[in-house]
């Protein structure tokens, strides 16, 4: 992995100003853990395993309900654990005014390094603030805080890839470069105010809108703005009355709906049970994300196509390897210095790989690769 000078120099100022917001803080801070000042080039582990003794880390997740965050969670926890980490998970039932109180505590509590996952882009400002001023490091988890500069690291999934890798499985899926007939596709985004959610959305249209253009595509509801098309909180009942008032409206005379591409697994679930109760033409080709176990079961049976498939082990040792870093002072890995800016200037990130599974692969990316078990997906 690339290390970079200019994250070197970050790190290195972002250490030294977290050792001295330790000194006021109420954490349980081993100061034998300082930092050296410059780069260090010792390998991973030992920058890990010599910051990490008395080290509180904040984990804040936005939901339990969502089963991905509840797999984020745990295998930060036990991967920070493993590291010697003293760790305060928290998840916040999605609601903004909770995990706003959470960060916050963490912060009081004297945790040294946040890692977040934010319900809401913009909402963490207060808690933002107050972590810029102890100087603890923020490391933002798979999605953007925006409109902070507390924010040290990002480290997420390519998410413009994502959608782009859902748009060109349609692409290939229906042959749509040659295709000689019309497709009628209908689209389910994520929650807008998820700086992911307009990502995903964009990667996949800037592979479809050729389609829609020349016709090859019908969008017959009209609706292709993400504004039109978004869907909050990516909760299931809201994509579900959503597909529901679609279906009714432009395909109960019969017209085949070809194409569903939702954005992820919560969102392709309520499009699901929607076509399962009002649809009784061609199944169409569905799109998603997350790999969730109903979405996985979904896709044995056939009613879902294709799922983004996010290693969440691979995101979370990437962060538990970034803590370390940050905290030894050593450069930190990032791969990506010029897609996220979140308002106030480009955040370091780096961006794991998305990759998607379907019926054909996903007992290698899945099963074999100890993900899930076999019985999970009964
Ligand atoms: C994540 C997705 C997830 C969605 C809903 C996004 O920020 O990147 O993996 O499906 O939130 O929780």
Do not use: H
Not at 117 to 133: F, H, K, V, W
Not at 159 to 174: A, D, F, R, S
Not at 296 to 321: E, Y
Not at 354 to 374: C, F, M
């Amino acid at each position: 992995m690339k290390k970079k000078l200019l994250s070197a120099l970050l790190c290195g100022a972002m250490a030294a100003s977290l050792f001295v917001g330790c000194g006021t803080s109420t954490a349980t801070t081993d100061t034998s853990a300082e930092p050296a000042a410059t780069e260090d080039t010792a390998d991973d582990a030992a920058d890990t395993s010599s910051a990490a003794t008395g080290t509180k880390v904040g984990v804040a997740m936005p939901t339990k309900d969502l089963q991905r965050w509840n797999q984020d969670g745990a295998n930060m926890q036990s991967e920070l654990e493993a590291a010697g980490y003293e760790v305060d998970l928290q998840y916040a039932s999605n609601d903004v005014q909770t995990q706003l109180s959470q960060v916050e505590n963490m912060i009081n509590s004297g945790c040294n390094v946040l890692v977040i996952a934010a319900i809401e882009a913009s909402s963490l400002g207060e808690a933002m603030d107050m972590a810029a001023e102890a100087g603890i490091p923020v490391i933002a988890y798979d999605r953007l805080i925006m409109d902070s500069d507390a924010v040290s690291y990002y480290a997420t999934f390519d998410n413009y890839k994502v959608g782009t890798v859902q748009g060109e499985y349609i692409e290939k899926t229906l042959d749509l470069a040659n295709a000689d007939k019309t497709f009628t596709m209908e689209i389910t985004a994520g929650d807008p105010g998820d700086n992911n959610a307009s990502f995903f959305y964009q990667g996949a249209i800037d592979v479809l809108q050729k389609y829609i253009d020349d016709g090859t595509i019908v969008v017959k509801s009209g609706q292709t703005d993400f504004a039109d098309v978004a869907t909050a909180a990516w909760a299931t009942e809201n994509a579900q009355s959503r597909m529901e008032n679609i279906l009714s409206s432009y395909y109960a005379d019969g017209t085949n709906l070809d194409i569903a591409l939702c954005s992820n697994d919560s969102t392709a679930l309520g499009v699901e049970n929607a076509l399962a109760a009002n649809y009784s033409g061609e199944y169409p080709i569905v799109t998603g994300q997350d790999c969730d176990i109903e979405n996985v079961k979904n896709m044995i049976a056939g009613k879902q196509s294709m799922s983004i498939f996010k290693d969440t082990r691979t995101l979370a040792s990437q962060v538990v390897k970034m803590v370390g870093q940050i905290l030894s002072g050593s450069t930190v890995d990032v791969n990506d210095e010029e897609t996220y800016d979140n308002g106030t200037g480009i955040i370091p990130s780096y961006l794991c790989d998305p990759v998607y599974a379907d019926k054909d692969n996903y007992k290698e990316l899945l099963i074999d690769s100890g993900y899930y078990t076999e019985d999970q997906l009964q």
